[in-house]
């Protein structure tokens, strides 16, 4: 790097770039950036019909698809154990150039640059597209959460509002710079996240943890942005709905977007450039505290003879048959203390290790919770074309649905976020009973799908997007708060592991069949364009039974997780963030001493010929 030898606490103007290019306010913006970005596989509803109609697949062969599409965006256990013994940059490089591939062969897919591509094919390229999400969010997300561990629920609220609004944000530049071209949205989304990741691999990196008085202010400075922009993508998505489609509307759009965007550095240049001013003045006070001291005068010490010690008595001799009949017993002892000491767990706050955690009661619970809610929210969304298309709403309004379930995301992760660290630093209320009512507040959504109420498709979409997006948050800063930190990398991931498997049971296998049982029975099939008969099913009944077994899973991943808040009651009501807040304190008041005891240092060195020349001419004079 350019300015990695230069000194933040330079008095000019590159001091201060470098403070600003190198704080941690900027690390925080980047890791924004990356995640407005990392959200292309929330908008498959968006160009999942391009796909299906291209390549001639039928609903089931589709939802197969998405099943690899979310195995590979929420399985990111590789990223997490690379990101365990790696530098976040690591992380950010690899899922850049994933991410690439991935996308960049299914647009040659669809546009038919490549013919005769099979379906494994496709299932493995979506795969490694949709995966780098999980490099994109272990180098930036969790290294977020590591270097603010006091504020990790706004921190992951803030960062997952940013991955829920990606999808709009995505839709309205790819408008403005493709129009209504839904192939060209695969290519969009091939080479942004990218781009995007490569420019910031020497900006986010792990920092020491520092307390600072404002923390929770400037994240709030970044929430009342983030709430900017999702309010103007709201309106721009109403007007986008009632006005006919122009290419200068997009474009007037995407510009907004972009300095909505940008408009974060205000918070971290202001920030940076206190800090480095606090810096400047600091330092020129203990220049000043050193430069008074000068005229002290200073005797040397005067030198101690060292006396020399006798050499230690050698140690009293051992018995060989002793030690050799002790230590198979030894090794025995050893073995079954270590098997004892991996599977029992320490107490919930303290760091787990990997094997402690995966077989632990508490994340048994979580992780199956987790199957039935994201599984069934992510489901709807992924369905949400073909919902709209069965129960006979417009491609525009199509559009519409997607991007108010990532509108509504964002809402449902930062009011998760900042809300459980609210109520839990006030009340003591602890995350999981939030979850639970998540869960509860989502089957509200399903049954208006399930039952077609006419122009319910807006509320449930509103619904299911603001539980899809309050899950995250909490689900991964419960998983921080009972099982630490240190691996922290590893067992993130693994939480997301859940949302496939769900994904897979209740989307592949419950809706895809029964979507394609309900569309042979229709009297007329739709020609697609690649010459075969899709099955499209049109009516109220082709998503009906589907959603009401969604709707009974969640209720039951509702009734699960009461399990976990009964277990986790008093651990809530304690104090779960005062081993951080005492090592900051120790901390500072380390760096206190030290610098007493530099100073002291610098007191207590000899003068050297200059000063003891200057010394006796000021005493002649």
Known sequence: MVYAGVESSSSGPLGLAVQILRGRWFMVYACFLIMSAAGATYIFGVYSSEIKNSLGYNQQTLNTLSFFKDLGANVGVVSGLINEVTPPWVVLTMGAGMNLFGYLMIYLAITKRISHMPVWQMCLYILIGANSQTFANTGALVTCVKNFPESR???????????????????????????DDTKALVLFIAWL??????????????????????????????LYITLTLAGYLMVMIIIEKTLPDSRLEYSISATLVILVLISPL??????????????????????????STISINIEKPTEVKQVPQPPPPP???????????????ASKKFSLSSLIKIFKAPERGEDYSILQALVSVDMLVLFFATICGVGGTLTAIDNMGQIGESLGYPKKSISTFVSLISIWNCL?????????EI????????RPLMLTGVLLLSCVGHLLIAFGVPNSLYVSSVIIGFCFGAQWPLLFAVISE??????????????????????????????????????????????????????????????????????????????????????????YKGDIYKKFREAAEAQSTTSTSTSVVEMEKEQLKPPSKTDERSEGHATKE
């Open 153 to 179: 629920g706004v921190v992951l609220g803030l960062l997952k509002a940013f991955v829920g609004l990606s999808g709009a944000i995505i839709t309205q530049l790819y408008l403005a710079f493709y129009g």
């Open 412 to 420: 449902g992760r930062l009011a998760s976020g900042f809300l459980s």
């Open 482 to 571: 009972i099982f630490g930190l240190k691996y922290y990398s590893t067992l993130y991931n693994f939480g997301g592991v859940a949302s496939p498997i769900g994904s897979y049971i209740l989307n592949v296998r419950v809706t895809g069949n029964l979507y394609d049982k309900e569309a042979k029975k229709m009297p007329v099939k739709i020609l697609s364009s690649s010459g075969k008969n899709d099955l499209t099913c049109i009516g109220v009944q082709c998503f009906k039974l589907s959603f009401l077994i969604i709707t009974a899973a969640t209720v039951l991943g509702a009734f699960v997780s009461l399990i976990l808040v009964f277990r986790t009651r008093n651990f």
């Open 315 to 329: 140690p009293p001799p051992t018995t060989t048959t002793h030690i050799e009949s002790a230590a198979p017993v």
């Open 266 to 291: 205000y918070v971290v240049i202001r920030e940076e450039f206190s800090q480095w001013k606090h810096k400047i003045q600091t330092r020129n006070n203990n220049n000043n505290n050193q430069t």
């Open 193 to 222: 996240p990218a781009v995007i990741s490569i420019i910031s691999i020497n900006t986010i990196r792990i920092m020491k943890v520092v307390r600072q008085p404002n923390e929770l202010r400037v994240f709030y400075s970044f």
């Open 423 to 430: 109520l839990l630093s006030k009340f003591k209320f602890p």
